[in-house]
């Protein structure tokens, strides 16, 4: 069943500062909880209208073929608590045992980001400030590559025009069993992000 | 002369400290070649790195030293994260992979601390401007961070490695796998490197023990064995006052400690603690010792020990700890121990020596420490190694030119 957080901080989810996050510390409640053996996937944004559907479309097909237990966090930015409707229909599917709904408070948009296998972005659900901090703190980022626009995340995300579910669903597992690959875009993410930090020269 | 720059937690004349020690004797070393910058924090205590000293350039004996403050002291949350990195993560016992993700595992770093964005906002802008950047101790967030700002054909790490929990987390290896130049100061740190991280390229250059001119031997009135450093369980102290308590004779010798006490050391009348002391008279009371003792499991070169070593004085070492048992194994000149009982006996026998087979095994590891580890060896191949490296880089970039 999904899980309504009650937000308190009087802080926006999208107005986290992405070169802040770093400093501020993690939800360990969440963190603890969040930190399993079993894959943990991420999606954040503004999701008044819903989940998207390939997304949950996705998650439902990674679950059938890779892992049953693996999770799949939420984190609706923008507002003090996530949509009620969004509860509802996330409480109303088939994986809902498996989903955690929460506002993207930044202590908890941290815990959600660290025990995260990648960040997914989708066209309907993502958010520039949250992917920008999964490239700070070296997440991956996976999924649509609409939703990321090049200038955003460059070559440091494994993304894909009009991705289905089911590539979804391959992007999610070959992240999960391929170390290398994490690697790469971890660095390349890191790297994104730097340049946004200065426009110095590269390093010989 | 090439400017290069030398990264390290700390830098201050106040600051004890290993790897602090080693990154400031590189800096006086390289000093005369290059035109030398430490990069560091405005920080001096190595446990909360609280801001004690102000941002900004200043100089030390001719050599510049920017620091840079520290975002957060450290807290209540790291040490969170430390609890379940020891109690439930375990990453030197569970199998892979780790239960924290890579971000998870950058951000034990992150809080260890200290953390200072501005250090990188300054390697991020001036790096262009160095030949070569050396990262002095693998653990720290300014090495973790920094070394990546820097391309790997100019970045040279000195890891100071040991074998301790934090040192298996994943990141490590995965980040400095991507820096093949690399400083160890023995020959057991690199096994190590490699046990851990599967590493094993890089130089084995030492440290050179700068306290190595012979001194009359201090005298306390009764023999009396020797322990010089950060007075701490970490160090084993606790271990050594246990097993000096079950010494047979033990009111006939004296355990003699300076340094400073973080352990809280017993009233006996058997314990001296002579705190801080200057170089002279640790000189004399490490002369003067029947033996010196280090209890640390984890050391990846300790200084102390060859200053002992060089005052022509047998040393008492940790066996467990492998850098220890090869600086004794390679000297003769003193003893390993590797449980209390074993302890207890080789302090007694250290006690016990005559002054013939005193001298001969001092003498043993002062040479030992002489011939490796003497100032001009040690400066020698510094130079040549980061000499190296700025020439390799060199070419590289003008063959990409």
């Known amino acids: 069943m999904p899980t309504m957080h009650s937000a308190v901080a009087a802080v926006h989810g999208s107005d986290v500062r992405p070169d802040g996050l770093a400093t501020i510390a993690a939800n360990l409640a969440l963190l603890a909880r969040w930190q399993a053996r079993a894959a943990c996937w991420l999606v954040a944004g503004d999701l008044r209208t819903g989940l998207p559907h390939d997304l949950l479309e996705a998650f439902e097909l990674y679950l059938a073929r890779c892992e049953a237990d693996a999770r799949l966090i939420v984190l609706a930015t923008g507002a003090h608590e996530p949509p009620q409707a969004l509860a509802d229909a996330l409480q109303a599917c088939a994986a809902s045992a498996q989903i955690e709904l929460h506002a993207a408070q930044p202590a908890v948009l941290k815990a959600a980001l660290l025990a995260a296998d990648a960040l997914i972005l989708s066209d309907a659900a993502s958010d520039p400030a949250v992917t920008l901090a999964a490239l700070e703190l070296g997440v991956p980022v996976i999924g649509s590559a609409a939703a990321a626009t090049a200038a955003l995340t460059g070559a440091a995300a494994l993304l894909w025009p009009g991705a289905t579910p089911a590539l979804l669903a391959a992007s999610m597992e070959r992240v999960r069993q391929d170390a290398r690959l994490r690697g790469i875009l971890r660095e390349r993410g890191f790297s994104d992000w730097n340049l946004r930090r200065t426009a110095s020269e590269p390093p010989a | ?401």
């Open chain 2, 1 to 401: 002369m090439k400017r290069i720059a030398i990264v390290t937690q700390r830098c201050h004349e106040s600051v004890v400290g290993g790897s602090e020690a080693l990154a400031w004797q590189y800096a006086r070393l390289l000093g005369g070649r290059f035109e030398v910058e430490i990069l560091t924090t405005t920080a001096t205590d190595c446990v909360s790195w609280a801001n004690a000293l102000p941002a900004g350039a200043t100089q030390r004996e001719g050599i510049a030293i920017q620091r840079f403050p520290t975002v957060f002291e450290r807290g209540e949350y790291w040490y969170e994260l430390h609890r379940r990195l020891m109690l439930e993560v375990q990453p030197h016992l569970a199998p892979p992979p780790c239960l924290w993700r890579a971000a998870q595992q950058e951000e034990y770093i992150r809080f260890q601390g200290p953390y200072c964005p501005a250090l990188e906002d300054w390697l991020l802008a001036h790096r262009g401007d160095y030949a070569a950047v050396l990262f002095c101790t693998y653990l720290y967030a300014p090495s973790y961070f920094g070394i990546r700002l820097i391309g790997p054909r100019r970045a040279i790490l000195i890891p100071t490695l040991h074998d301790e929990v934090p040192a298996w987390l994943p990141v490590y290896a995965a980040r400095y796998a991507a820096f093949p130049h690399r400083i160890w100061l023995t020959e057991a740190e690199r096994r190590t490197a490699t046990r851990l991280w599967g590493l094993d390229g890089g130089a084995v250059l030492g440290m050179a023990v700068e306290q190595a001119q012979a001194s009359a031997p201090a005298s306390l009135g009764a023999p009396y064995l020797l322990y010089c450093g950060r007075i701490d369980a970490a160090k084993g102290c606790d271990e050594l006052l246990d097993a000096f308590a079950r010494l047979p004779g033990r009111d006939r010798a004296k355990l003699v400690f300076t340094g400073s006490d973080h352990l809280g050391l017993p009233k006996h009348p058997w314990i001296e603690y002579h705190g801080f002391v200057d170089e002279a008279r640790k000189r004399a009371l490490m002369a003067g010792a029947a033996g010196f003792v280090l209890p640390s499991r984890y050391e990846s070169f300790s200084i102390v020990a060859l200053e002992a070593m060089a005052q022509g004085t047998p040393v008492l070492v940790n066996g467990h700890c492998e850098v220890m048992r090869e600086h004794i194994e390679t000297s003769a000149g003193g003893y390993c121990y590797t449980d209390t009982a074993q302890m207890i006996e080789r302090m007694t026998t250290l006690l016990a020596l005559d002054a013939p087979a005193r001298a001969r095994m001092g003498a043993a590891g002062r040479a030992y420490v002489l011939a490796r580890y003497g100032e001009d060896t040690v400066r020698a191949r510094l130079v040549d190694c980061v000499e190296g490296v700025i020439a390799a880089a060199d070419r590289a970039q003008a063959s990409a030119a």
